[in-house]
């Protein structure tokens, strides 16, 4: 990005897409800290986050708790007792689990965003 705004003068369009937009949040926060305040100013002109997951996501609590994701429920009607016996909610549980992505899809914001 440096390297770009050096060489043409101009600053950069980053563009994400799902959880992409988490991982340039946590970029540009750590780049601010690191270089310095205002170096997203000089750098950066716009930010275009598709689909992103800022807020969560609510299919990731029945994926930790249970296993179940909204889309492998619409497999199973293809693939039905096939995908239950070789890859079964437990292991699913169990595997993701140990994804630290999953849990960055958890749902944010709480009362100052929801206002509940």
Do not use: C
């Amino acid at each position: 990005i440096e390297a770009y705004v050096k060489s043409k003068g101009e600053k950069v369009v980053i563009m994400s897409h799902s959880m992409g937009g988490t991982v340039v949040m946590y970029f540009l926060n750590w780049v601010e800290n690191d270089a310095g305040k205002g170096w997203a100013e000089k750098h950066i002109h716009s930010f275009i986050n598709i689909a992103g997951t800022m807020l969560g996501v609510p299919k990731a609590i029945p994926a930790l708790l249970s296993g179940e994701l909204k889309d492998t429920a619409a497999m199973l009607s293809q693939l039905g007792e096939l995908l239950e016996r070789y890859f079964g909610k437990r292991l699913r549980k169990n595997l993701w689990n140990t994804w630290g992505s999953l849990f960055g899809l958890l749902p944010k914001g709480g009362d100052a965003i929801w206002g509940a």
